[in-house]
């Protein structure tokens, strides 16, 4: 009890000390940048700019949602751009290296948009790099040599991972179902039965009638036991985030990322060298599937499925 109660002080303060979203954009070709940007996280499998570099149904504000303000990132759940950029240059233990924020931004369309890897300045590199940028205006620069993630969320990010980790590696075939009577009860009327979107809700798996993967693939940080489900707690039933228990944020997540979806060969998503231009990481061979990813976690995916 003490703990929750020093948890919930701790976060009132973060709070209270939180800078506001800034209402107003820089004025010339600035503003027009952090506006190309925003316009970007709405709008990105469609997006001139971007759309040729998604593989999937997904947009950036798929996960990184959007505010009362109505821009995407401004929540101050995970997932938030808020105070991002003031984190960077930030250490990367999947690159092995210091990255930029526009790193940070670009890797996201290998996993989570299943696509390619933007090119380090492009027009549309930098702009979405200016709206994040925009979106940390007061906060105070504490580059992270632990991980990229914002000045806000880094330290509950990893407490929240660790502890999904404990829980994961316990799982069992009655928490896969538990997982999908939560899922059919609290996700399906805006995610689908079968994980496929409704209306402007995004995809969470599967394919659609060409063969076209719907959602992230398995190299996606929402593809990883423990990092799904603290995402999940803090920012689902849309609008009511923190009404999950921890063992249902689990389960809910078990049973997601079960689904089928795309296998991840980090080779595929990389342009062609003399195209992108040299890529920020140590790390040139990484596979993932569905049963790998279960695997880390010390289960076996038709166990957990079927259990048998």
């Not at 570099?53 to 798929?62: A, D, H, I, P, Y």
């Not at 599967?206 to 803090?234: C, F, H, R, V």
């Amino acid at each position: 009890m003490k703990k929750l109660l020093l948890l919930i002080a701790f976060s009132l303060i973060a709070f209270a000390q939180t800078p506001e979203v800034p209402k107003n954009y820089p004025n010339g070709e600035l503003g027009r940048m952090v506006k190309l940007g925003e316009a970007i996280m709405n709008e990105t499998n469609t997006h001139p700019l971007t759309k040729d570099l998604v593989g999937n149904n997904l947009q950036c504000k798929s996960c990184h949602l959007i505010g009362n303000d109505g821009k995407p990132g401004t929540m101050t759940t995970i997932g938030t751009f808020r105070g991002t950029a003031a984190s960077f240059p930030a250490f990367s233990k999947r690159e092995k290296t210091v990255q930029t924020l526009q790193d940070r931004i670009n890797n996201c369309y290998m996993r989570s948009m299943d696509g390619k890897r933007p090119i380090i300045d492009t027009e549309a590199s930098v702009a979405m790099a200016a709206y994040i940028t925009w979106l940390s205006t007061g906060f105070e620069i504490n580059m992270d040599e632990n991980r990229p993630c914002s000045v806000l969320t880094s330290k509950r990010w990893a407490t929240e991972q660790k502890k999904f980790a404990a829980i994961q590696k316990k799982a069992t075939h009655e928490n896969y179902l538990a997982g999908k009577k939560i899922f059919e009860a609290k996700c399906a009327s805006c995610h689908g039965m079968n994980g496929e979107g409704v209306a402007t809700f995004p995809p969470l798996w599967g394919q659609d009638k060409n063969g076209k993967w719907l959602s992230y693939n398995t190299g996606a940080g929402m593809s990883k036991l423990n990092k799904a489900p603290a995402w999940i707690k803090e920012n689902m039933p849309l609008g009511q985030g923190g009404t999950l228990s921890d063992q249902e944020a689990a389960d809910v997540a078990l049973f997601v990322d079960a689904q089928p979806r795309a296998s991840f060969d980090l080779k595929d998503h990389l342009l062609p060298k003399e195209e992108m231009g040299h890529y920020n990481s140590k790390v040139h061979e990484e596979k993932h599937s569905v049963e790998s990813n279960f695997k880390a976690f010390g289960l076996d995916l038709q166990k957990i499925k079927t259990g048998k």
